[in-house]
């Protein structure tokens, strides 16, 4: 194995300011050299079949800081905190522990302490908020199926869905996500379908060639009941509501829908 070069063999960080927007100020020690070689493979795995671009902004990292790493380009190591967010966005099983240990750090001191709180249960989150959260719980999950997959955001999701991603099969399967964190609306003289028509109607759209699902991801149960109760029957598409908890990162549960397709068990699925 070839170890540090290119100046990257300092045992000890001291990190002030900030770092991918995170205040710094402590001393961040690693017990020996960065391992340049293994760390990079690593890294390279846990892009799997993502863009860089995308990649840097599922951990919530910037571009540039993250083609420094795989590129060997920066003077210290990176600190723990910035290792979490790698690894929980990570394809092929890339875990923190195996991260810690190719960058030189004491795996047992660092694995057990939590470098990101998760959420207050008496935060709320605005829908921005919420979107960038729910995308990090599906993404974490993404990787830890044995799904083969790449996901799109932006303009690239289409006008429809907030992000979505492709998985490779025979047919090829186009799944995407649209994150909601409230209720809609109340009106007391319109049924709750009629309340989730908006939500329904972002889906009308039908692409041949592909098995198409369209998945709402949601922190409210009341929403996810709502839902399950009122499904979209006229659909011509393959519809689910994913549960979330903010409060543990993680999802609750998943349903399929009830739309104008049958019911398919082969259909990919997250928990």
């Given at each position: 194995?070839?170890?540090?070069?290119?100046?990257?063999?300092?045992?000890?960080?001291?990190?002030?300011?900030?770092?991918?927007?995170?205040?710094?100020?402590?001393?961040?020690?690693?017990?020996?050299?960065?391992?340049?070689?293994?760390?990079?493979?690593?890294?390279?795995?846990?892009?799997?079949?993502?863009?860089?671009?995308?990649?840097a902004k599922d951990c919530g990292i910037s571009l540039?800081?993250?083609?420094?790493?795989?590129?060997?380009?920066?003077?210290?190591?990176?600190?723990?905190?910035?290792?979490?967010?790698?690894?929980?966005?990570?394809?092929?099983?890339?875990?923190?522990?195996?991260?810690?240990?190719?960058?030189?750090?004491?795996?047992?001191?660092?694995?057990?302490?939590?470098?990101?709180?998760?959420?207050?249960?008496?935060?709320?989150?605005?829908?921005?908020?919420?979107?960038?959260?729910?995308?990090?719980?599906?993404?974490?999950?993404?990787?830890?199926?044995?799904?083969?997959?790449?996901?799109?955001?932006?303009?690239?999701?289409?006008?429809?869905?907030?992000?979505?991603?492709?998985?490779?099969?025979?047919?090829?399967?186009?799944?995407?996500?649209?994150?909601?964190?409230?209720?809609?609306?109340?009106?007391?003289?319109?049924?709750?379908?009629?309340?989730?028509?908006?939500?329904?109607?972002?889906?009308?759209?039908?692409?041949?060639?592909?098995?198409?699902?369209?998945?709402?991801?949601?922190?409210?149960?009341?929403?996810?009941?709502?839902?399950?109760?009122?499904?979209?029957?006229?659909?011509?598409?393959?519809?689910?509501?994913?549960?979330?908890?903010?409060?543990?990162?993680?999802?609750?549960?998943?349903?399929?829908?009830?739309?104008?397709?049958?019911?398919?068990?082969?259909?990919?699925?997250?928990?």
């Amino acid at each position: 194995m070839r170890h540090q070069q290119n100046g990257l063999n300092s045992p000890c960080r001291r990190v002030n300011d900030t770092e991918n927007g995170i205040p710094m100020s402590k001393t961040v020690k690693t017990e020996r050299s960065i391992d340049t070689e293994r760390f990079i493979d690593l890294l390279t795995k846990a892009q799997g079949n993502r863009t860089r671009t995308q990649f840097a902004k599922d951990c919530g990292i910037s571009l540039p800081h993250l083609s420094k790493l795989i590129n060997n380009r920066i003077e210290k190591p990176p600190i723990p905190s910035t290792l979490k967010k790698l690894a929980d966005h990570a394809a092929n099983g890339v875990t923190y522990e195996e991260l810690l240990d190719a960058v030189g750090y004491n795996v047992e001191a660092y694995a057990k302490k939590p470098v990101r709180k998760l959420l207050s249960p008496n935060l709320k989150l605005s829908p921005e908020e919420f979107k960038k959260v729910g995308l990090g719980i599906i993404t974490t999950a993404l990787t830890k199926s044995h799904y083969s997959w790449s996901m799109r955001g932006g303009k690239a999701a289409e006008n429809y869905w907030d992000v979505h991603v492709d998985i490779d099969g025979t047919p090829k399967i186009r799944w995407g996500f649209l994150f909601l964190s409230k209720l809609p609306p109340e009106n007391p003289n319109r049924p709750a379908l009629d309340r989730l028509g908006p939500y329904y109607a972002k889906v009308l759209h039908i692409q041949s060639g592909i098995k198409l699902i369209h998945s709402f991801v949601t922190e409210s149960p009341e929403l996810f009941d709502l839902m399950i109760k009122n499904p979209p029957f006229a659909l011509a598409m393959h519809v689910s509501v994913i549960l979330v908890d903010t409060t543990t990162l993680s999802i609750v549960k998943t349903v399929q829908l009830k739309t104008a397709f049958p019911d398919d068990p082969t259909l990919p699925t997250l928990t």
